[in-house]
């Protein structure tokens, strides 16, 4: 009688229903914790692409083909440089330039 009535007792305290609490739950709350974890691994992978493909041309102000003759001209022209240092750094790319053959 005593074993029949523990059971009992502890299933009309419990404040779900007479089986348990079932089989999953406090796993109700890994489903949006798991859809989080995607979206954000998602995201950081997008980003790190994007970050690759810039990286892969120098970053945003350079081009895959831009020389540099043409940097230095453009550094000249905006006033970076003076006149007899942009003639002396010119003198030594054209000497240093690879032979093509």
């Given at each position: ?70 940097t ?15 003639r ?14």
């Amino acid at each position: 009688m005593l074993t029949a009535l523990v059971p009992s007792a502890a299933l009309a305290a419990a404040p779900w229903h007479p089986y348990g609490p079932g089989p999953f739950y406090p796993f109700f709350l890994l489903g949006p914790l798991v859809w989080l974890l995607v979206i954000v691994a998602v995201a950081l992978l997008l980003r790190r692409g994007a970050r690759r493909r810039w990286e892969a041309y120098g970053g945003p102000a350079f081009g895959p083909n831009r020389s540099p003759e043409a940097t230095l001209s453009e550094r000249f022209a905006n006033g970076e440089i003076d006149e007899v240092e942009y003639r002396a750094r010119l003198e030594v790319l054209r000497a240093n330039r690879p032979q093509r053959r």
